[in-house]
């Protein structure tokens, strides 16, 4: 069982974020499942690098086994470049809400719809 | 069941709740404090799995900075959510259930986790990144001599992506049409009045946050840490400067048009090391042509490209902050 147990978990956590982005209208929310299903993939990624009996893959004598550090070094900078585009994500959020006074998407697009029939 | 595995399945649990929390949760402010908990939990689980360094920008990170942006975002804005619509919901689960199931049936593929004879440990890389690096570039963290030396590429990207994302939130929220003579407001004047405690706390923490950023800059060759970590320490620093002492004071200390400066600077350093080693005769970021001796030339190389890591990262990291709150203070 605990062969995939960590496998299945982050899969779990990824379907609750997927689900928040397309289940829920308002663009905060969406942003916030965003961030759930991303930090689930990076979950993932992290343990595909791990090794029975390893330790963290800082070199020092007393120790053969490392996990991998190649998963740790994209997911590394992958979490900087996540906020990056989170931040920009609701920097657009901001510029809907004082376009359209509200950050729910079906409503911002009735309100387009009203302006613009065609 | 080792201890392991029971800590493992207890964190795991505290990330379901914490994940359905958000979905079900129509505050977007306590959803938003529940996602700082989900990358907090997050940050154990990786240090549980060896990934120290994810683990530090995991929590400066999700728990920090995202946490803070989205609360500041949320002051722009509602903070309450309408009720979704049922029809929607069910489309959504019917969508979740097939990609999740396709997966976990993916997963079958998989290898066992942690176990030594995977594809990815009996990969050449493996050695080559954690034995023959110490030889090539003689850095004990394996993390850091992969990201600033073997990919260096990569992490130039990653650095450019952060670079671009801040341009375009400054472009979407720094200037704002019509008065910029200010009242003083709640959001502005901070906590000055109340909350001494407070004040008086973080003006002593202040100079060991931002000593500890450089620690963590400088010593990243070694021990868990580097620029991206260095970078969001510092911002934190001054995140929390603003937040107690007003936008406006913090604004005096380090100035937009400073920030404006250091967030092309630390890039342009990373892709002048790059331009550098290419007249010095070597490739594109290849550190060894910049000493004579090409492991000193590699430990110069990481130096200034983790630097100019750690300058963008922060300067993007404090420019998102005071284009969300510099918002809220002028309208």
């Keep these: 069982m605990a062969g995939h147990y960590n496998y299945w978990m982050a899969i779990v956590l990824m379907m609750i974020g997927l689900y928040i982005v397309i289940a829920h209208g308002n663009l905060v929310k969406k942003l916030l499942g965003l961030s759930v299903f991303q930090v689930s993939v990076f979950m993932l990624y992290i343990s595909l690098g791990k090794v029975r009996g390893g330790t963290a893959p800082i070199i020092e004598a007393a120790y053969t086994s490392y996990s991998h550090p190649l998963p740790h070094v994209l997911i590394l900078t992958a979490i900087v470049v996540g906020v990056a585009t989170t931040a920009l994500g609701l920097a657009l959020v901001v510029r809907i809400y004082e376009a359209y006074g509200t950050i729910d998407e079906d409503v911002a697009r009735a309100a387009e719809r009203k302006s613009d029939p065609r | ?331």
Excluded: W
């Excluded at chain 2, 199931?101 to 890389?125: C, E, I, N, R, W």
């Excluded at chain 2, 570039?137 to 992506?161: F, H, W």
């Design chain 2, 1 to 331: 069941m080792t201890i392991f595995t029971a800590i493992d399945v207890v964190l795991f649990a505290i990330l379901v709740a914490c994940a359905l929390g958000i979905a079900r949760l129509r505050s977007l402010y306590a959803a938003a404090m529940l996602s700082g908990l989900f990358s907090l939990t997050c940050a154990s689980i990786f240090v549980l799995q060896d990934a120290v360094d994810v683990a530090f920008t995991e929590a400066a990170v999700g728990a920090g900075m995202t946490t803070v942006l989205f609360i500041g975002a949320l002051a722009l804005t509602r903070s309450r959510e309408r009720v979704t619509l049922p029809t929607r919901s069910y489309l959504a689960l019917a969508v979740a259930l097939a990609a999740g199931g396709a997966l976990l049936y993916a997963t079958a593929d998989l290898p066992a986790f942690s176990a030594p004879d995977t594809p990815v440990q009996q990969h050449p890389v493996t050695e080559r990144y954690l034995l023959t690096a110490q030889q090539e570039i003689a850095v004990p963290n394996a993390v850091t001599a992969v990201l600033a030396s073997y990919r260096g590429y990569d992490t130039l990207g990653e650095v450019a992506v952060i670079f671009t994302a801040g341009v375009a939130v400054l472009m979407l929220l720094g200037k704002v049409r019509g008065t910029t003579e200010r009242t003083p407001s709640a959001a502005s004047g901070g906590l000055q009045r109340h909350h001494r405690v407070l004040r008086v706390v973080s003006k002593v923490l202040m100079p060991f946050i931002l000593l500890f950023a450089f620690y963590v800059q400088f010593h990243g060759d070694y021990g868990p840490g580097g620029g991206f970590q260095a970078g969001v320490i510092f911002a934190a620093g001054i995140v929390l400067y603003a937040l107690v002492f007003g936008l406006n004071t913090a604004r005096q200390t380090l100035g937009l048009v400073a920030l404006r400066l250091l967030l092309p600077l630390g890039l342009l350093i990373y892709a002048g090391v790059g331009v550098a080693t290419l007249l010095l005769g070597g490739n594109f970021l290849d550190y060894n042509v910049l000493a004579t001796d090409p492991v000193h030339g590699q430990h110069l190389g990481i130096l200034l490209v983790e630097a100019g890591v750690g300058i963008t990262v922060a300067a993007a990291m404090i420019l998102l902050f005071y284009s969300f709150a510099g918002r809220g203070v002028s309208r």
